[in-house]
Every structure is written in structure tokens, then in C-alpha cells.
């Protein structure tokens, strides 16, 4: 099966910068998404890294480390309406996507 | 363009009845899912389908069945409601398997008393 943890609670204020850690322990690995979620909505894709390195779209960013089973999203230039739930899902050898608890992160003015 | 439509958006059942929610998606998606969330578990698999007529199991299976009978459609059917089934329901869909971006429905918010 599969197992990720990641911080449950982060809080920023605004115009700073956020990391969201996530490390992964699966029985196969295709890659690292991230999905974003406000409260009472839909969780909406993000990014996805499935080599090691930094991908970068906009003010996020996600970077992910396969040999040590580790990713993180970057958010920066924090704004009020980045305050969501924050997941990163890994994909093992068949067809099922496994989220991780997630992170809510709460921006300050 | 409507994306993947759930209905209802909220339904109250008591223990012991049975329901359907309904899943649909307009993007000719081969995939579809169905997730449930509880506070602090994140979302957890239900069932999923690969195709019209090919269906499987997730994580968290015991309670639910689903069928694939058109590519369009996707329901989740509850044939006796359990106040552990008390949950926001989530339907998703993508291209194909294995692909890593999901479109999510808007979710149904399900009370079993």
C-alpha cells in the first residue's frame, strides 16, 4: 500500500513564502501530484513531477526527490486567497491515485 | 462545457436505506473515480473504472458498488446506508488511466443518522 505524510497546518502572512513537505513510502511510483482545495470545494490539480528536479508554474512551485522519497510545494508571494487545503497524491503501479492527509494553510493580512 | 456534474449536492439518509449518487462527465474521459473525504484522512479511493464495463475496487470498497455501463456515467450505489458512510463524496475523472490530473465533480455531502 501506500503511505505519505505531510504537515497538517501551516500559517503564513502575506507575501511570504511557504514549503509544504511530503515524503512517500509506496510499493511502486509513477509520481508526485499536488491538489489544491478551498473549503467546501473541489480539489483542483496543481502540478506534477514525475523526475527529480524543480517544476515551477507561476508563484507555485513543486519539487520532488525519488531517491528520498520526498517532495514539497512551493508557495510564494503568499496572497489571501492561496489559504486552502494543499494534498500530494502518489500514483503506484496500477491505476489508483493515493492522497495524503493534507495541509491547511491559513494566510495572515 | 459542464466538466464531471454530481448529484444530489447534499442528501440525509437514516441507517438502512439505500441511495444513488449520481456521477456524469461531458469529456469523453476513459477513467472516473470516486473518492471519499472525512476531516484528517484526507480522500480515500472507492472505486474506480478504466472503461465502460470494466470496474475496481479501491481502498475502501465494503458498502458501495458501482457500474459502467456508458462511458459517460459513473454511479456509486449505497444499498444500506451506515452512519460510517457519513462523508463528502467525490467523483473524478481523466483522460485515460494513469494519468496524474483529475477533474473533480463538486461533491456530495452525505449524513447518514
Known amino acids: 500500500g501506500q503511505s505519505l505524510e505531510q504537515p497538517s497546518e501551516v500559517t503564513a502572512v502575506e507575501g511570504a513564502i511557504v514549503q509544504i513537505n511530503c515524503t512517500y513510502q509506496t510499493s511502486g511510483f509513477y509520481g508526485l501530484s499536488w491538489y489544491q482545495q478551498h473549503d467546501g470545494g473541489a480539489p483542483t490539480f496543481l502540478s506534477y513531477?514525475?523526475?527529480?528536479g524543480l517544476e515551477e508554474t507561476g508563484r507555485f512551485s513543486s519539487f520532488l526527490s525519488r531517491s528520498d522519497s520526498y517532495g514539497y510545494l512551493l508557495l510564494q508571494e503568499l496572497q489571501m486567497k492561496d489559504s486552502a487545503s494543499y494534498f500530494c497524491?502518489?500514483?503506484?503501479?496500477?491505476?489508483?491515485?493515493?492522497f495524503g492527509a493534507g495541509t491547511t494553510v491559513t494566510v495572515r493580512a | 462545457n459542464a466538466g464531471v456534474t454530481q448529484t444530489p449536492k447534499f442528501q440525509v439518509l437514516k441507517t438502512g436505506q439505500s441511495m444513488t449518487l449520481q456521477c456524469a462527465q461531458d469529456?469523453?474521459?476513459?477513467?472516473m473515480s470516486w473518492y471519499r473525504q472525512d476531516p484528517g484522512m484526507g480522500l480515500r479511493l472507492i472505486h474506480y473504472?478504466?472503461?465502460?464495463?470494466?470496474?475496481d475496487q479501491g481502498e475502501v470498497p465494503n458498502g458501495y458498488n458501482v457500474s459502467r455501463s456508458t462511458t459517460e456515467d459513473f454511479p456509486l450505489r449505497l444499498l444500506s446506508a451506515a452512519p460510517s458512510q457519513t462523508s463528502v463524496y467525490f467523483c473524478?475523472?481523466?483522460?485515460?488511466?494513469?494519468?496524474?490530473?483529475?477533474?473533480f465533480g463538486s461533491g456530495t455531502q452525505l449524513s447518514v443518522l
Open positions: 473524478a475523472s481523466s483522460l485515460r488511466g494513469r494519468e496524474e490530473k483529475l477533474f
Open positions: 497524491a502518489v500514483r503506484d503501479d496500477d491505476y489508483k491515485l493515493s
Open positions: 513531477n514525475a523526475l527529480d
Open positions: 469529456m469523453n474521459h476513459e477513467y
Open positions: 473504472s478504466v472503461g465502460a464495463g470494466i470496474t
